[in-house]
Nanobody, 123 residues
């Protein structure tokens, strides 16, 4: 079992920055693939970024590449998402998730989820 708790969401103007954190606890969370996903009202949940267990491999959705950076500190069992140059279309509930085994970047392959943190970007 892995427990995940997100923090760091909030309201910001377009062009601003936010840093999300996700604290993991439980069974060897550092060995899990971890990702950030988001869901806007009326839209399907989508992948934002995924990071490999060792932290050296990362993938990003095309819509955030170059603006967002995913990272992890396994010593602190914490996942991060640095979000720069935010746009109104980034407004969504952001979730962190974890899975073991193989790499996937689709939400339905992730077993463990946090409760989400809201990000609102105004124009």
């Amino acid at each position: 079992q892995v427990q995940l708790v997100e923090s760091g969401g909030g309201s910001v103007q377009a062009g601003g920055s936010l840093r999300l954190s996700c604290e993991a606890s439980g069974n060897t969370a550092s060995t899990y693939y971890m990702g950030w996903f988001r869901q806007a009202p009326g839209k399907e949940r989508e992948g934002v970024a995924v990071i490999y267990p060792g932290g050296l491999g990362t993938t990003y959705a095309a819509s955030v590449k170059g603006r967002f950076t995913i990272s992890r500190d396994n010593a602190k069992n914490t996942l991060y998402l640095q979000m720069n140059s935010l746009k109104p279309e980034d407004t969504a509930m952001y979730y962190c998730a974890a899975r073991n085994g193989y790499y996937y970047n689709v939400w339905w392959e992730y077993k463990y989820w946090g409760q989400g943190t809201q990000v609102t970007v105004s124009s």
